[in-house]
């Protein structure tokens, strides 16, 4: 073996604990970029003996006498690739100059991935806090002690209790800052927070003697952050003392946030109130959403981290879990990446499992986020840079690993296992399996309407129950308006008076000279006269069809008043069924597709438990998409599947009209099973089911993806 290369002279080993076995851990730090490298208690024991030998041999030999250790040239070569690799030995030989030249050419980023890189992720250095910290310190001292965390836990106890006595109150009050300016309250109220969060980092590491030179905004995919530097924390040995550090911060924002659920109890209403809930909400709902998940390089990773002592948990857990899933699919039979007890290798498999799932759902978030920020066009290409960067880049370089090492796939039980799994998930793709087509509906009876009343008035007469048989114009209820009475009774008077002065016109010079205009006066009274009258005639509630009453309003008794537009009766004519489905626009080009040769039949199958599934024929499918849902029961302001945008009404009496947000084509079907009319009290909402042309899903989510790009790229 070669010569060993030195150590460059300013690096430190550390002591950092012991491992899950009891075996010591030491850390080397690199003052030059401030980093720190975890090694184990023989990579110590080489190293610290490293500089005084520089030869393999003589390594070896003083390990293996002075040490329980058995080392060989396969460790001091391993050692020596990690030194280069890392810039952590004094190399001046020409070789190793350029191989580092190419290195630094390799990992410089330039145009596309550059702009990639530094728009995903930066950081912005703002202060230099040390100075802040000295003088703050000595108020923070009283702060870290057994008895403020036990007065910390007592006052979060106290502000639970007071919040669930009027949480009501408390959750109402999110209302009242759905504007613009509760959302710069709320950014205000966060921003607050967030720098006492830092500052718990910062204060606490000063108080062990690490230092802090920056804080400052890291940004991530255009979301702004604060961030405070503790890297010198792993200077420490005590690993209680950086389990302290990176919980700090959530101690920090829980203390302000008890702190200001507890005010805004007490506090009468006002601007102080408004803050206090403020402060209280936004760290309350940071905190748990986000400061202490694991998945992410947030406190709760480093927490984590430090409770298990196993520093570079993600990077360490992905390892595993990569070796672990190549050994399963293709058992390339290589050593395990660390040697590791049977316990934490499945936490590693599963905790690597967990965080890439998670990461995938929260970059798939902050892609569309990303996309509604925009305008369309550059939404759309900032979140295709998003799903490719974080989703399918680490996919396909897995592939490529793959790919790169075929040679060493051989045939054996997992190459054949993995095989078959290749084979169903291409016919899941590409087979056209998916024959069988659903929709949401709704079914009503054949002939059926409800009642409504058109004025608010009180009811004065109820003929009717519910459950009774009615007949085509029968009166149902009668109701009575006051205000409409006393407006018609003026408007006779009126009208009274404008006739007998026209019929006297001819006979006082004084009428005579008001000439036509008089004419056009007694003709106006007398239309309102005939307008009130009819909405008079109005509250005389008949039956528009004939029927069975099959729902009545529980406020429909004498001497009740009635809102406006308020449902009395739904009569249906029980001889039948009919119903409305509403297809996207890709499965109605499908269901055209098919229906050249027939119309298939359908099957309804109701949300409302206890009643049995509904065979329909099939009506009609419209060429036009539907601008405006007619099916409350399917909009999702009212807990439908369909989502719709509300836009209000030209005519006041009228309910404000459902915009689908995408593009619905309704579809009638009728002729459904009659023996289930009897069940049928109102209308009901469910599924409908029937064949279509089949499809497989690739061809699916290309159309898809076509589809959106078209509509939302303005095109």
């Known amino acids: 073996m070669p010569n060993l290369h030195p ?34 208690w023989p990579t110590f024991e080489i190293l610290s003996r490293w500089q005084n030998w520089l030869d393999a041999d003589a390594i070896i030999s003083a390990v293996n006498q002075e040490t329980t250790l058995e080392i060989s040239q396969d460790d001091i070569q391993a050692i020596q690739r990690f030194l280069v690799t890392h810039n952590l030995a004094r190399i001046q030989s020409p070789q190793h100059t350029d191989y580092f030249t190419q290195v630094n050419k390799h990992q410089q980023k330039k145009g596309i991935a550059w702009l990639i890189k530094n728009y995903l992720f930066f950081r912005v250095p703002l202060i230099k806090p040390e100075p802040i910290l000295k003088f703050l310190l000595p108020f923070f001292n009283h702060l870290l002690t057994p008895a403020a965390g036990k007065i910390l836990i007592a006052l979060t106890l106290i502000a639970l209790y007071l919040i669930s006595r009027q949480w009501e109150q408390f959750t109402h009050t999110f209302s009242h800052y759905t504007n613009w300016q509760g959302i710069v309250a709320l950014g205000g109220a966060l921003l ?50 950086r ?14 946030a008890v702190l200001a659920s507890i005010a805004w109890y007490f506090l009468p209403e006002g601007p102080f109130k408004a803050c206090a809930f403020l402060l209280a909400t936004s760290t309350w709902l940071i905190t748990i959403a986000i400061n202490a998940s694991p998945f992410m390089r947030f406190d709760g990773y480093f927490l984590l981290a430090d409770y298990l002592n196993t520093p570079n948990l993600h990077e360490r857990s992905f390892a595993v879990a990569l070796w672990w899933l190549r050994e399963k699919l293709f058992a390339f039979n290589e050593p395990i990446p660390e040697q590791l007890s049977p316990s934490r290798k499945r936490f590693f498999i599963a905790f690597a499992t967990a965080t890439l799932l998670y990461r995938a759902l929260l970059f798939l978030g902050i892609a569309f986020l990303v996309y509604g920020v925009f305008f369309k066009l550059l939404g759309i290409v900032l979140m295709l840079v998003e799903l490719g960067w974080f989703i399918a880049y680490p996919v396909k370089k897995e592939v ?75 009166t149902l209820v009668l109701l009575v308006n006051p205000k409409l009475t006393f407006n018609l009774q003026q408007a006779q008077v009126q009208e009274q008076n404008l006739r007998w002065q026209l019929n006297q016109q001819g006979f006082a010079s004084e009428l005579f000279a008001a000439g036509p205009a008089l004419q056009q006066h007694w003709q106006a ?47 249906a004519n029980q001889q039948g069924l009919k119903g409305e489905a509403y297809l996207t626009e890709n499965d109605a080009r499908r269901v055209h597709a098919h229906q050249s040769t027939t119309n298939p039949s359908i099957r309804f199958i109701a949300n409302q438990p206890g009643l049995a599934a509904v065979n329909c024929q099939w009506q009609e499918l419209e060429n036009q998409n539907t601008h405006k849902l007619q099916q409350p029961l399917l909009a999702s302001t009212y807990g439908g599947p369909i989502a719709v945008q509300t836009q209000a009404a030209t005519n006041p009496n009228e309910a404000p009209a459902l915009i689908p947000n995408t593009s619905q084509f309704r579809l009638r079907f009728t002729a459904c099973a009659a023996d289930q009319a009897n069940n049928l009290s109102q209308e009901i909402a469910g599924v409908i089911w029937f064949n279509t042309q089949p499809q497989n899903l690739i061809q699916k989510a290309l159309r898809q993806m076509v589809a959106v790009w078209v509509r939302e790229s303005g095109f």
């Open 7 to 40: 150590l460059r002279p300013e690096l430190q080993l550390l002591p950092a604990g012991s491992d899950e076995t009891g075996a010591p851990l030491y850390r080397l730090y690199d003052p030059a970029i401030h980093r720190f490298y975890q090694i184990t």
């Open 243 to 256: 389990f302290h550090i990176a919980a700090a911060g959530i101690a920090a924002e829980l203390t302000l």
């Open 192 to 241: 607050f927070a967030k720098i006492f969060h830092e500052f718990g980092h910062a204060l606490t590491a000063y108080k062990y003697g690490c230092r802090v030179p920056t804080m400052g905004v890291a940004v991530m995919v255009l979301v702004p952050v604060l961030f405070t530097d503790t890297n010198d924390a792993w200077r420490l040995s005590n690993s209680k003392q």
């Open 400 to 474: 490529a690993q793959w790919w790169q090492r075929r040679k060493q796939i051989k045939f054996n039980s997992a190459t054949a296992r993995t095989a078959v799994l290749a084979c169903l998930l291409c016919s899941i793709f590409i087979i056209p399996w998916q024959g069988r087509m659903s929709a949401p509906a709704v079914v009503m009876a054949e002939q059926a309407q409800g009642i409504y009343n058109r004025f608010p008035a009180q009811v004065m007469q109820i003929n009717v129950n519910e459950g009774d048989w009615v007949n085509a114009g029968q």
């Open 525 to 571: 009274a007398a239309a309102r006269v005939l307008a009130l009258q009819e909405q008079i005639n109005q509250l005389t509630i008949t039956a528009p069809i004939s029927g069975r009453l099959v729902a009545k309003n529980n406020s429909l008794v004498n001497g009740a008043w009635l809102a406006q537009s308020e449902q009395l009766f739904y009569i």
